[in-house]
């Protein structure tokens, strides 16, 4: 994979597939915007990065609004120049809020997950095609295996699974607008990884059994290297002829079946 020397990268979220998404296209020469919600998160990925002597700023922000979305990418092209690269991370799970089985869903679990997950979506693409629109850009969106391959009951959370799948929709029809601008906008959708998201996956012995099977290339879950990887390589020019891909990187899990 060549270099990113030159360009500039916006990455969403400060931890797990973000945080190794933003080492990755940093060890590899790109100056790299990291944004994301959580202050001591965003600044101790920064000082990592700066340490290594990448070009980095960290940026606070809320990704479900517009304004603060849009001064995000004002604040990274006035640093850097304007974003070649966006990967649209952020996100987590709604079990906070009460995401489970539809039927026994209440409606803030449901608009709480899908603001959580859906909404950062639009508004990180909206800002980043009309930055790269004319120009072009890779646009790399975090969707999740849960959006395509269910599996009840130990993952069985709606809200979240309909908010993945609305990122896969977006970035269909986002990749059909924006090809002929010379943006490319793809899919990956991890399956459980090794992130601080998956606490409760890690902490669960049952759920270690099952992701032995069911992720059996690496006999449970997968790293967030292994997404950041494929990530990488959609952002580079090695990729300039693939847009509109949903692509999994999920250990077998889509192929596997686990009783």
Same mark, same amino acid.
């Given at each position: 994979m060549g270099s990113f020397q030159?360009? /500039?990268a916006l990455v969403t979220g400060s931890s797990g597939i973000a945080a190794a998404t933003a080492r990755r296209l940093?060890?590899?020469g790109a100056a790299v915007c990291v944004v994301g919600i959580d202050v001591d998160e965003v600044a101790a990925l920064t000082a990592e990065l700066t340490i290594t002597g990448a070009s980095v700023l960290g940026h606070v %922000?809320?990704?479900r609004s517009l304004e603060e979305t849009d001064a995000a990418f004002a604040a990274c092209t006035d640093r850097f120049g304007r974003p070649d690269i966006v990967v649209a991370v952020a996100g987590g799970s709604g079990r906070r809020f009460g995401d489970g089985p539809i039927d026994t869903m209440i409606e803030e679990a449901w608009q709480e997950t899908l603001d959580l997950n859906a909404t950062?979506?639009? %508004? %990180? %693409?909206?800002a980043a095609v009309t930055a790269m629109k004319g120009r072009g850009g890779s646009i790399v969106v975090v969707s999740s295996v849960l959006a395509i391959s269910p599996a009840p009951p130990l993952f069985e959370t709606h809200a979240y699974a309909a908010a993945k799948g609305a990122?896969? /929709?977006l970035v269909k029809s986002l990749a059909a607008s924006y090809a002929p601008h010379g943006v490319r906008i793809n899919a990956v959708l991890p399956a459980v990884t090794n992130t601080p998201m998956?606490?409760?996956a890690a902490d669960d012995p049952e759920i270690q059994d099952y992701l032995a099977r069911k992720q059996p290339l690496t006999g449970g879950m997968i790293e967030a290297d292994d997404v950041a990887a494929l990530i990488a390589f959609l952002a580079s020019d090695d990729a300039r002829a693939i847009t509109?891909?949903?692509i999994a990187v999920d250990g077998g899990w889509s192929v596997s079946q686990a009783t």
């Open positions: 030159g360009k /500039t940093a060890e590899r %922000t809320d990704l950062p979506v639009m %508004t %990180t %693409t909206r990122a896969l /929709t998956a606490a409760r509109g891909q949903l």
